[in-house]
């Protein structure tokens, strides 16, 4: 499966952005799907995820500001971000893997995922 992600751009602080992530391939099988975050000389962090029935994951640092959705009629997923931060500010990257169990307990394990897309750069600024 092969993943786009768009949507990133540079904005104020206190703005939002919406993410999408196409995803292409194999699209007959349901996914396991992730947002993933990178900052400059940080690790890939985890942010959103979603299981094939809609249930939603969040890390602390986003919770109640961002949204992660699926519309898989459309093959894409979605993370809407709003009241943004310059502690946002990082490259994303959508994630995707067939569902497993260790994925239902730790839904930020990077290294679960075996499909990821190219990231979509988002600046905040202050």
């Known amino acids: 499966v092969q993943l786009m992600e768009a949507g990133g751009d540079s904005v104020q602080a206190g703005g939002s952005l919406r993410l999408s992530c196409v995803v292409s391939g194999d699209t007959s099988s349901s996914y396991y799907m992730a947002w993933f975050r990178q900052a400059p000389g940080k690790e890939r962090d985890g942010i959103a995820a979603?299981?094939?029935?809609?249930?939603?994951t969040y890390a602390r640092a986003v919770r109640d500001r961002f949204t992660i959705s699926r519309d898989d009629a459309m093959n894409t997923l979605y993370l809407q971000m709003s009241d943004l931060k310059p502690e946002d500010t990082a490259k994303y990257y959508c994630a995707a893997q067939p569902p497993e169990q260790r994925l239902e307990h730790f839904p930020f394990m990077a290294g679960a995922y075996n499909s990821w897309g190219q990231g979509t750069q988002v600046t905040v600024s202050s």
């Open positions: 979603i299981r094939t029935n809609g249930k939603t």
